[in-house]
């Protein structure tokens, strides 16, 4: 494949990305979806374009959406974690033994989900409980739903890459060849 098609396509994604997280902010659900469907993006990215391509992807769309995208928790979420995880999820997922490869995974994504929400609070003063109120119950119920998402999330990563390698990835290798 010719680099100047590599160069183009990485551009076309990282325009996406910025664009999708950009309106993430609108309806406050999408705050999470967006970062997870990018996330597969970089799996793609990946797996067609090669680690290099994805990383410089990664790397443009979060130099750029924390400039243009209001919504900092969204660009949070994709940038300490969603982002880049579907990049490093083949390393870790190389640990030995499996259970000490899931643990890791479970503590990368736990110590991001805490720095996350550390620097909303505390940095951009975005509260966690939107009438201020502290609550312990509900923040064990997030952690509790976040790391569910967390494992539908890694559920989904798995089968999705299969779903890519055997459905779409020669095609879209076609189309990025000019053999159309």
């Known amino acids: 494949m010719k680099p100047s098609i590599k160069v183009a396509t990485c551009g076309i994604c990282t325009a996406i990305s910025v664009v999708l997280l950009f309106f993430g902010g609108v309806i406050y659900i999408f705050a999470y979806v967006v970062p997870i469907v990018l996330g597969l993006l970089m799996m793609m990215l990946k797996k ?34 969603f982002g880049y995880y579907p ?68 559920y989904m990563l798995k089968y999705s890459l299969i779903l890519y390698e055997r459905k779409l990835e020669k095609r879209v290798l076609k189309i990025l060849k000019g053999k159309i």
Not at 52 to 70: E, K
Not at 71 to 80: C, Q
Not at 99 to 122: G, P, T
Not at 123 to 143: C, H, N, Q, R, T
């Open 87 to 154: 990049i490093i999820k083949a390393s870790l997922d190389k640990i030995k033994p499996k259970f000490l490869s899931v643990i890791v995974k479970i503590l990368l994504f736990n110590v991001s989900l805490v720095a996350i929400e550390l620097i909303c609070v505390y940095v951009f003063g975005i509260p966690f409980f939107e009438d201020g109120a502290f609550s312990i119950s509900l923040l064990i119920l997030f952690a509790v739903l976040m790391n569910f998402l967390f494992a539908m999330y890694e």
């Open 48 to 81: 067609t374009l090669k680690t290099s391509s994805a990383v410089s992807v990664y790397i443009a769309t979060s130099i750029l959406s924390f400039m243009i995208v209001p919504d900092k928790e969204t660009v949070l979420l994709y940038i300490m974690f």
